[in-house]
């Protein structure tokens, strides 16, 4: 079928929103016909030709939510009307990492999605005999795309297309940090690196878990702001000194939980630094450039600091990303406020502009 996409042709270049091939789907695969989408720090780095590991041409796009259009052969867990989310981090369910629960990582298709494949090795994308790679196993900036039976998340049909699309990526990487990588006690306290979608999710996500104090740490007002929204009781414009006002806020000790959520490794050394002695750990979630490093003195460890990371918010997206969305539709997650901008696919270039001016903290495309 004929369908219109945002393919990535050379990076560093605008998006081209054109008309592309999308074929059948084969054996396990499934036809989703895309209705919100939010926009991602990872498409930009991707389509800046920054990431190291990217390919084009790619149809970009990986925070999507639609409906199941039409299943291929031997798919039995979901059917045409389903609401699924996407996952670029999907759960095959038998693997030797989805088999435990102390990890999300899925070996099932790795290899293939990494460089664009679906998991036969072939696209189902293309443009006159061309063909066009699926970005992150996903490629929702589309009207419909195929992707694996297992990278789609089944949820609750009641919830809003524009509020579920968040899930798909920074919202419950936030989440999930906070409650299955770290598993916040109650009554602790935590500070919270970042007030993007990945930060203001961590803090929700230190509130859920019964957190008593949540500091959040940005250098923007109006962001720390939308902090206090999703819970932090206090805030501090970030900067040279902010181990040092940690340190002041907790009696000198510094806190049980610390989340990384800028991707600069400047603040993961402060994330570090303001963990607790004895028990403090440190969840980093932001993605550094290449070739960075995170500099710790070996003494924090030893005296108990811990750190640790997090993709995709230890989330098993099949079984959690629903779990997630129930909480919302519940009232405990308030989604609207990180919702900045509604476009158009043809927009989804302005989305990138939007966000390189952190103008929002989302901005979602919305399909008709
Ligand atoms: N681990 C994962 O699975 C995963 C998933 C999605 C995104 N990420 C990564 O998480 C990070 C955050 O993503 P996002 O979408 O929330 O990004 P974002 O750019 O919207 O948010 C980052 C925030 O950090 C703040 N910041 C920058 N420098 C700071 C400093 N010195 N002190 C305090 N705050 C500072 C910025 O003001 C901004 O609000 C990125 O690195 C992204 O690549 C990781
Ligand atoms: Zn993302
Ligand atoms: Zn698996």
Known sequence: MKIRAAVLEEFGQPLGVQEVELAEPRGGEVLVRLVACGVC?????????????????????????????????????????????????????????????????????????????????????SRGGEEIRHFMGCSTFAEYTVMPEIALAKVNPEAPFEHVCLFACGLSTGLGAAINTAAVAPGSTCVVFGAGMVGLGAVAGCRLQGAERIVCVDLSPERLELARGQGATDVIVGGEGTVEAILEMTGGFGADYTFEATGNVAVMRQAVEAARMAWGLCTVAGVAGKGETLDIVPRLLITGRRVAGSSFGGVKGRDQVPVLVERALAGEIDVAPFISHRISLDEVNRGFELMEAQDGIRSVIEFN
């Open 41 to 125: 720090h990872t498409d930009l780095y991707t389509a800046s030709g920054a990431d190291p590991s990217g390919y084009a041409p790619a149809v970009l796009g990986h925070e999507g939510a639609g409906v199941v259009e039409r299943v291929g052969p031997d798919v039995t867990s979901l059917r045409e009307g389903d609401h699924v989310v996407t996952l670029f981090s999907p759960q095959c369910g038998e693997c030797v990492h989805c088999v435990d629960p102390r990890t999300n990582l899925c070996m099932a298709i790795r290899e293939q999605q990494n460089k664009g494949y679906l998991p036969d090795g072939s696209t189902r994308i």
